[in-house]
């Protein structure tokens, strides 16, 4: 089950909401925990079972490690946990990653494994470890009570694509929390700004590259539309995701960290994983990068350290060469900065800033999309012109006038300037009222949009604004 999807938007989120508000307080973490494991289970049941391994895991081996009194003892029980965590997260997706490496490499016969993905387990991983890795460096204390911390763990906001929430950001919340009027509406306009990133600009977005995948007429602009798309779907569908898992975690008395601000207006590459994907990268410095000795010990470890980082953080997005290629890049991207021209960077007024990431990054996720290393190459090459490619053809001029009025929004909805926009017309005498009355009709009608695409496929308001 997916939030942008008929089947919870109509059924399962409002008969958890109206339960979840109906029970008393000691009950409402009970019925998170069943509509949690229902909204996992709805279409993996399979997968109920490893989940439940991981909390008992997690669970347990803080407990564990708590009750030890010697250090080696509880170092002991910390590498086990680790250990364990992280060899089920192997196995399951990089297994099959390994294994066909192995076989084209060396030409041995290993076989050909087919290991179905758990769906979030790379989420509930991470929030693992973390949480048995801060109970271990006594950070905060292990959650005695199981079902607040299977809560935390399973909690069906977060937990498909993120963000990555720590268990101090909701600790206390799983024991008691307060919701209002003004929090639950400020949840559901959170949660339906997010519906409309996925749904009216990431789905059609997808479309595009779609459409270019499957043409035989591809030229130069043709390219470039398809990055520029990819990239824009991406940070559409990604902050989509995380505005609604926002919002649901508001309107059920939580709060969840942001998760993304703004990434394509950043001046320089590491300000752009500084804004993108946010939980991540927090993550991979606390718990990677600084324990490795961060910038600390000089320049060759600290290439060391990013690069251990940057090869885990793309495989973290997916088992397969590109994305390991897709760090690589951004290891070297950052470096380059770091150690040559980042301190010119900030001295390029901010709209001549702002082109060199946006280049790079859409680039990037070309790489990112390559279903081979051949293919990276060979689409990458394309992109400067090689393959003695057209500059237009009639396909290409033709989809970016279908498709131009989406671009463009994408463009400017990655940026501040419909936030700036709507601040200035508020604040004008009057007008905060009139806007204040025309939101709910506004998001009223995002819902009815999005709900009339997901119903018929072939509708959307955005395609009727040809170039």
Not at 160 to 181: C, H, K, M, N
């Amino acid at each position: 089950m997916v939030f942008s999807s008929i089947p919870f938007l109509y059924y399962f989120l409002p008969a958890v909401l109206l339960v979840y508000f109906l029970v008393p307080k000691k009950a409402k973490n009970a019925v998170l925990l069943l509509a949690s494991l229902f909204f996992y289970g709805y279409g993996e049941p399979r997968f109920l079972l490893l989940m439940g391994l991981f909390i008992a895991l997690g669970y347990g081996s803080a407990v564990l490690m708590e009750q030890c009194r010697e250090r080696r003892s509880r170092k002991c029980v910390l590498v086990l946990s680790v250990l364990l965590s992280l060899g089920m997260l192997a196995w399951f997706k990089y297994a099959g990653f390994f294994a066909d490496s192995i076989r084209k490499v060396t030409g041995l016969p290993v076989p050909v494994l087919h290991i179905a993905l758990p769906v979030g387990i790379s989420f509930y991983t991470f929030q693992i470890l973390s949480y048995v890795l801060d109970v271990y460096w006594e950070r905060f204390p292990a959650e005695k009570n199981l079902l607040r911390f299977a809560c935390y763990i399973s909690m069906f906001p977060q937990l498909i694509a993120g963000p990555i929430v720590r268990f101090p950001e909701v600790s206390a919340q799983l024991r008691e929390r307060e919701t209002d009027p003004e929090q639950i509406y400020g949840g559901i306009r959170r949660f339906l700004a997010g519906l409309g990133k996925k749904v009216l600009l990431a789905d059609q977005l997808y479309r595009l590259c779609e459409i270019f995948q499957q043409t035989e007429e591809k030229s130069l602009l043709f390219y470039w539309m398809y990055a520029a798309a990819f990239a824009l779907y991406v940070y559409y569908d990604f902050s989509g995701y995380s505005d609604m898992a926002i919002g649901l975690g508001r309107i059920l008395g939580f709060s969840f960290p942001e998760n993304f601000r703004y990434p394509f207006v950043s001046r320089s590459a590491a300000e752009f994983w500084r804004r993108w994907h946010m939980t991540l990268g927090g993550w991979f410095r606390d718990y990677v990068y600084i324990p490795l000795g961060g910038s600390r010990n000089g320049k060759g470890k600290w290439l060391r350290n990013l690069l251990i980082v940057w090869i885990l953080t793309g495989l973290w997005h997916g088992a397969a060469w590109n994305f390991v290629l897709w760090g690589l890049f951004f290891a070297g991207l950052i470096a380059a900065e770091k150690l040559w021209y980042g301190k010119y960077l900030e001295k390029i007024p901010a709209a001549a800033a702002w082109i060199y990431p946006f280049f790079f990054v859409t680039v990037s996720f070309v790489i990112f999309r390559g279903p081979s290393v051949s293919d990276v190459f060979r689409d990458v090459g394309c992109l400067f012109g090689a393959g003695g490619l057209p500059a237009a053809t009639g396909p290409s001029v033709y989809y970016l006038r279908s498709f131009g009025g989406i671009l463009i929004l994408g463009l400017t909805g990655c940026t501040p300037a419909v936030k700036i926009l709507y601040k200035k017309i508020r604040d004008r005498r009057g007008m905060g009222r009139i806007l204040g009355a025309a939101e709910p009709v506004l998001l009223i009608a995002v819902l009815l949009l999005c709900t009339a695409y997901l119903v018929d496929g072939s509708f959307h308001p955005f395609l009727y604004f040809r170039f």
